[in-house]
């Protein structure tokens, strides 16, 4: 027996959801408390919209922590389409800070989710991880980069971007990190070392 395949969801029905996660990321990382109902209001769709793509706070709450795995996942990807395999291994880092923020900013609402589903890196961990190996990939092909970093080493090495205060003035500290990380990233990257060892020779 054939299981039944998901119905995709019209386009206005997609927009609308999309519009409830914009909104929602948008609240609740202002503040936790935020009713459902105003979410619903500022989206500008029904209560019973509302309810039939999120039934509770809790299915919100995961939903967005997904969407926004998703939407940073795939820009590294987007990124790589457009640029230089180090300029858009650099961009993403600034796209995940921006992530990274806004999770602190959600961290009381997740708080309660985390504890009922596991732990939210372990949601993102897969879509992350592989987002950081085709960038990682992509340098080391190039030679960007120091060759044989993996994505655990490059996520142990931006781990101060969960140390930032979310609440302050978090982009030029967060900017001055990663560019830290980066200049490290490019020690002993082979591109480096040809182009000064033509130097040297001329």
């Given at each position: 027996?054939?299981?039944?395949?998901?119905?995709?969801?019209?386009?206005?029905?997609?927009?609308?959801?999309?519009?409830?996660?914009?909104?929602?990321?948008?609240?609740?990382?202002?503040?936790?408390?935020?009713?459902?109902?105003?979410?619903?209001?500022?989206?500008?769709?029904?209560?019973?919209?509302?309810?039939?793509?999120f039934p509770n706070r809790e299915a919100l709450l995961l939903e967005i922590y997904r969407h926004e795995v998703q939407q940073v996942a795939a820009a590294a990807a987007q990124l790589l389409e457009t640029r230089a395999p180090d300029r858009a291994l650099r961009e993403w880092m600034d796209r995940l800070a921006q992530f990274a923020m806004t999770k602190v900013g959600l961290a009381e609402a997740l708080r309660a989710t985390t504890l009922a589903h596991g732990t939210l890196a372990r949601l993102g961990h897969g879509a992350m991880s592989s987002a950081a190996a085709l960038l990682l990939t992509a340098n080391d092909e190039a030679g960007t980069i120091r060759p044989g970093l993996t994505p655990e080493d490059f996520f142990l090495v931006i781990a101060g971007l969960w140390q930032i205060d979310a609440g302050g003035d978090w982009q030029p500290r967060a900017t001055r990190l990663l560019d830290f990380v980066m200049d490290g990233l490019r020690v002993g990257a082979p591109a480096a070392s040809n182009a000064r060892d033509e130097a040297v020779r001329l």
């Open positions: 027996m054939q299981e039944k395949k998901a119905t995709p969801l019209r386009s206005d029905a997609q927009r609308n959801r999309e519009r409830i996660l914009e909104v929602a990321l948008a609240e609740l990382t202002r503040s936790a408390d935020t009713p459902l109902s105003t979410i619903a209001k500022k989206a500008g769709v029904g209560q019973g919209t509302f309810y039939r793509n």
